[in-house]
Nanobody
């Protein structure tokens, strides 16, 4: 059984930083792309970042501020978020994806690529 558990969210001032963690059990990270997504109240889900064994992806609004990484020995994917903005406020969740590369067209925008996902961790950026 595949399980994903996110942690690391919280309340932070604009310009602050958070590091999200996604611990994955039931699969190994080598074979699947793993994505971070976010959803704010009354808004659609957004694909934030993705990591695979061969590539990474960042949505334009987080490029230069967020860094995705993974530790295969811990089956954990991280999302380091710096220079946070109020627009980053959302529930962040990680997901295993049907695909081995982040560059697959639609993999970060179409729900059909979501294989398993966690409940998420809330991030609030406010002064």
């Amino acid at each position: 059984q595949v399980q994903l558990v996110e942690s690391g969210g919280g309340l932070v001032h604009p310009g602050g930083s958070l590091r999200l963690s996604c611990v994955i059990s039931g699969i190994t990270l080598d074979h699947n792309a793993i994505g971070w997504f976010r959803q704010a109240p009354a808004k659609e889900r957004e694909g934030v970042s993705c990591i695979s064994s061969s590539d990474t992806y960042y949505r334009d609004s987080v490029k230069g501020r967020f860094i995705i990484s993974r530790d295969n020995s811990k089956n954990t994917v991280y999302l380091q978020m710096d220079s946070l903005e109020p627009e980053d406020t959302a529930n962040y969740f990680c997901a295993t994806l049907y695909g081995s590369r982040c560059s697959i067209p639609g993999i970060m925008t179409s729900a059909r690529y979501l294989a398993h996902w966690g409940r998420g961790t809330p991030v609030t950026v406010s002064s």
